[in-house]
């Protein structure tokens, strides 16, 4: 992974073949001391694993796509969870004849590259276990 720094703040990351997508994010901000950003970006993945969550289940359902697939939108934050930076991504990705398909981003490895722009926030929010609804939601502690 390659990175420049945009403003104060901001930086635009450009992974590279083989790169984690998880991985790569949560280094980048372990190593700069972010605690609190927001992720966005394009480029391309090899054989993504989304998924998908129901409330009533409190389960996750994943899908693993093969092959390479365009990401035309990747959404996503950045907040502590056990004292260490946790990246929680969404992508919508697109095949060779145009199909599309979104959700969580579970696993992923950049294939030919993968644009980011981060902009990190000044505040320092956490994950914690929300047994009611069966996730890490932001705990805005003071």
């Known amino acids: 992974m390659k990175y420049a720094n945009l403003d104060d703040r901001t930086f635009?990351?450009?992974l590279e073949p083989g790169d984690d997508i998880?991985?790569?994010?949560?280094?980048?901000c372990q190593d700069n001391r972010i605690d609190n950003a927001s992720i966005q970006g394009i480029?391309?993945?090899d054989s993504p694993t989304l998924a998908h969550y129901t409330m009533k289940t409190k389960q996750f359902k994943?899908?693993?796509?093969?092959?390479?697939?365009?990401?035309?939108?990747?959404?996503?934050n950045v907040a502590l969870a056990?004292?260490?930076?946790?990246?929680?991504?969404h992508v919508t990705v697109s095949d060779d004849s145009?199909?599309?398909?979104?959700?969580?981003?579970?696993?992923?490895?950049?294939?030919?590259?993968?644009?980011?722009?981060?902009?990190q926030y000044p505040s320092?929010?956490?994950?914690?276990?929300?047994?009611?609804?069966?996730l890490k939601v932001?705990?805005?502690r003071h």
Do not use: Y
């Open 43 to 45: 480029g391309s993945v």
């Open 62 to 76: 994943d899908l693993r796509l093969e092959g390479i697939l365009e990401v035309t939108a990747l959404l996503g």
């Open 12 to 14: 635009a990351l450009r």
């Open 124 to 134: 320092h929010h956490w994950k914690q276990d929300d047994a009611a609804i069966g």
């Open 82 to 89: 056990d004292g260490k930076p946790f990246a929680h991504m």
């Open 98 to 119: 145009m199909n599309v398909r979104a959700g969580h981003l579970v696993q992923g490895t950049c294939s030919a590259t993968l644009e980011l722009i981060l902009a």
């Open 22 to 28: 998880h991985e790569s994010v949560q280094q980048f």
């Open 138 to 140: 932001w705990d805005f």
